[in-house]
């Protein structure tokens, strides 16, 4: 196990605290994307299920910041380092999934505006639901 000296390289706890805003950041979009989807018109059950694992995801990662606290307490660089790659695999998988659903959502809608013989672009949607 590497172990680093806290008193050469302390990692600030802002970092951690900076980590929990962004989580907390990052629920209240979800609720908000969630908000407005309620009011949009044919959206497939399927994102709200999405939406909800997105939760469950930041709950994990809450964790795991918790834990990388107690790591950085006590030096150990190899789990520091695994824990920030895990942290940020997960929001890395919560930002790909959320633009597959922005992708998907703007088709469905481009599919609806030509059915009424509308033309609106991929923007105005995205300003639309965002």
Same mark, same amino acid.
């Given at each position: 196990?590497?172990?680093?000296?806290?008193?050469?390289?302390?990692? %600030?706890?802002?970092?951690?605290?900076? &980590?929990?805003?962004?989580?907390?950041? &990052?629920?209240?979009?979800?609720?908000?994307?969630?908000?407005?989807?309620?009011?949009?018109?044919?959206? %497939?059950?399927?994102?709200?299920?999405?939406?909800?694992?997105?939760?469950?995801?930041?709950?994990?990662?809450?964790? &795991?910041?918790?834990?990388?606290?107690?790591?950085?307490?006590?030096?150990?660089?190899?789990?520091?380092?695994?824990?920030?790659?895990?942290?940020?695999?997960?929001?890395?998988?919560?930002?790909?999934?959320?633009?597959?659903? &922005?992708?998907?959502?703007?088709?469905?809608?481009?599919?609806?505006?030509?059915?009424?013989?509308?033309?609106?672009?991929?923007?105005?949607?995205?300003?639309?639901?965002?």
């Amino acid at each position: 196990m590497v172990h680093m000296q806290n008193e050469s390289h302390n990692v %600030p706890a802002s970092i951690v605290e900076r &980590l929990f805003r962004s989580f907390t950041d &990052l629920e209240s979009a979800i609720r908000g994307a969630r908000e407005t989807l309620k009011h949009k018109e044919d959206v %497939p059950s399927h994102v709200f299920e999405r939406l909800d694992s997105y939760d469950q995801i930041i709950a994990r990662q809450r964790g &795991l910041a918790r834990d990388l606290e107690d790591h950085i307490a006590g030096g150990d660089m190899m789990e520091i380092s695994r824990h920030v790659m895990i942290i940020n695999s997960l929001s890395g998988m919560i930002i790909d999934d959320a633009k597959q659903i &922005l992708s998907s959502l703007s088709s469905l809608e481009a599919n609806v505006y030509a059915d009424e013989g509308r033309d609106d672009s991929h923007a105005e949607f995205m300003k639309k639901i965002c």
